[in-house]
């Protein structure tokens, strides 16, 4: 899979040259909590990172992707599948736009929905889980968009300077198959 393409975004493989996006992704802190990042990453380990980004999801287990817009190379933003199940066909899904001006505009929701399309017809996927602070309004509004349902919240699961914040998990059943 080289893109996936919507109708005013389109989802890429990760290039050499995301090394400084990837980096300012993963180093703010700002996002930490939605991505779970507890510690900054260096350069070098995010270049490490992109020159393996082109193991298979069966082999590495999970698929980052760059979200872009009207085609435009540069990035705004990730999608990504973890924890790959492939006996158990099943996916966890995470996606972040980095810059809030980026957001509230239907970009996650295209990509989100290029994403699951995606792993249910090309990867045959069962269902797909996420992972979602019950604080992050917007995050728990785009997943039931699609119609992930709420089976259960993790009480205290999250902790952020100093206090501690329950976590929802959201899943989407494939029924198609």
């Not at 980096?23 to 393996?52: G, H």
């Not at 193991?55 to 999970?62: F, G, L, N, R």
């Not at 099943?90 to 239907?106: D, E, K, L």
């Not at 993790?154 to 501690?164: A, C, E, F, P, T």
Request: net charge negative; hydrophobic share 40%; aromatic share 12%.
């Amino acid at each position: 899979m080289n893109t996936l393409k919507g109708k005013t975004v389109y989802l890429r493989a990760l290039e050499p040259n995301d090394l400084e996006f990837v980096y300012a992704m993963e180093n703010d802190q700002s996002i930490w909590e939605v991505s779970n990042t507890q510690t900054p990453y260096s350069r070098f380990l995010v270049k490490q990172y992109l020159e393996n980004a082109h193991q298979d999801i069966y082999e590495a287990k999970q698929l980052r992707l760059a979200i872009c817009k009207d085609q435009d190379f540069p990035a705004v933003g990730l999608i990504d599948l973890f924890e790959f199940d492939p006996k158990n066909n099943r996916a966890g899904i995470g996606i972040v736009i980095q810059s809030a001006g980026n957001r509230n505009q239907q970009i996650g929701s295209e990509a989100l929905e290029l994403l699951i399309r995606y792993s249910f017809y090309d990867l045959n996927l069962h269902q797909l889980y996420a992972n979602i602070s019950v604080e992050n309004t917007a995050s728990i509004a785009l997943f039931t968009k699609f119609g992930f349902e709420k089976i259960g919240t993790k009480k205290d699961w999250i902790l952020v300077n100093g206090s501690y914040k329950d976590e929802a998990i959201f899943q989407l059943i494939n029924h198609k198959f």
